[in-house]
């Protein structure tokens, strides 16, 4: 099973939409003993799960505050927004689709909520969102 290496630690911003990482936190893809590391570095900024407005008001009351704000958001928005990451020494970039940064996002969020009992359907439920609407923000 995937896994994360520390607890999410960040900081709002002013704007109060988004916030900032203060402690780096990495995620093994595909097993724990993957050599696939995302780094999510000190200072990078997230929104967490967001969705375009006329969409929020008309999804977001089912999306519980625990799977808004944890740890796979971070990793889908600069998944999102590099359309890739850095090996764990940095000495290789790897790039990713869109599809791969949605299949990653789903893997963190069986992983970070498996212990909830409607984690299961809320990852799939946010999983097919970003497969229909995820173009808008890549």
């Not at 896994?3 to 911003?13: D, G, I, K």
């Not at 724990?32 to 570095?41: F, G, L, M, V």
């Not at 789903?106 to 097919?128: D, P």
């Amino acid at each position: 099973m995937s896994s994360f290496t520390s607890r999410l630690e960040v900081s709002p911003l002013p704007d109060g939409r988004h916030w900032q990482v203060v402690k780096e936190f990495t995620y093994h893809i595909g097993c724990k003993e993957s050599n696939d590391i995302i780094t999510i570095p000190v200072d990078f900024i997230t929104d967490f799960a967001s969705f375009p407005r006329h969409i929020w008001r008309c999804l977001m009351w089912w999306l519980p505050g625990w799977a808004k704000y944890s740890k796979p958001s971070p990793i889908h928005d600069l998944l999102y927004q590099y359309e890739g990451y850095w090996n764990p020494d940095g000495s290789v970039w790897v790039p990713v689709t869109r599809k791969q940064a949605d299949d990653v996002f789903l893997e963190a969020m069986l992983v970070a909520w498996r212990e909830h009992k409607s984690g299961k359907v809320i990852a799939w439920m946010e999983y097919l969102g970003v497969r229909a609407f995820g173009w808008l923000a890549w």
